[in-house]
């Protein structure tokens, strides 16, 4: 059972680079999200999408741009990094509605440094 | 603006008291209240609750919302060192936007 992919785990980036974490789900949902979490806090989110084709911004979207093409994938991409966005982040699907209601699965986390 | 406010922030307990975690939430089309604890990675699941007075219990962990006034609370009751985390509540909004709060950071004393 993959359930949520984040790739890569650990990435060291310079100041202005840009960069993708790649995000797979197998499970069929509909809803993705990205969400990033800085030390001693909880989980902001960045962009967040309800199907294909669909994205939206959430509370901390700056700096970041998300597609979803398909109902499986859902790259970020930082365009050009910043220390700012030093973070650990972190990918997450569920379905919408249904029995399951909006139990959220999270991939195992992407560590990202910005020098 | 959504929000979802947790408190306390951190909480210092021994083994075998009895702690009460609280969530509050400020949002503008309520779907569904989720809990999940949190140790070195990503969180786990631990409940989800969408009607007014219904308990959910797992072990010694259980949880109540009230859509009237806006607030969920996670009780955990003979507490162990494994309890030890960050137990993070979060609120699915109509649109299906899932926010969190900053968490509330358990420690447990043996």
């Known amino acids: 059972n993959a359930g949520v992919t984040q790739t890569p785990k650990f990435q060291v980036l310079k100041t202005g680079q840009s960069m993708t974490l790649q995000c797979a789900q197998d499970?069929?949902?509909?809803?993705m999200s990205w969400y990033r979490q800085d030390p001693g806090m909880g989980l902001r989110l960045i962009h967040y999408?309800?199907?294909?084709?669909?994205?939206d911004q959430g509370e901390v979207p700056n700096g970041y741009n998300v597609s979803r093409s398909t109902t499986e994938d859902f790259p970020l991409r930082l365009l050009s990094a910043a220390p700012s966005q030093t973070s650990v982040y972190f990918c997450?699907?569920?379905?919408?509605?249904?029995?399951?209601?909006?139990?959220?699965?999270f991939g195992e986390g992407s560590w990202l440094t910005v020098v | 603006e959504d929000k979802v406010v947790q408190s306390p922030l951190s909480l210092v307990v021994h083994e075998g008291d009895t702690v009460t975690l609280n969530c509050s939430y400020e949002?503008?089309?309520?779907?569904?209240l989720l809990w999940y604890k949190q140790e070195k990675k990503a969180p786990t699941f631990l409940f989800m609750l969408?009607?007014?007075?219904i308990e959910k219990k797992s072990g010694r962990l259980s949880s109540i919302l009230d859509k009237k006034e806006l607030f969920s609370i996670l009780n955990i009751t003979a507490t162990q060192t494994g309890d030890s985390a960050v137990y993070l509540c979060?609120?699915?909004?109509?649109?299906?936007?899932?926010?969190f709060g900053a968490g509330t950071r358990l420690f447990v004393k043996a």
């Open positions: 969408t009607s007014s007075g």
């Open positions: 949002v503008t089309n309520f779907r569904s």
């Open positions: 999408s309800v199907g294909a084709g669909i994205t």
């Open positions: 499970m069929n949902h509909e809803y």
């Open positions: 979060a609120v699915v909004t109509g649109g299906f936007k899932t926010i």
């Open positions: 997450a699907s569920s379905y919408i509605g249904g029995a399951s209601g909006n139990t959220i699965y």
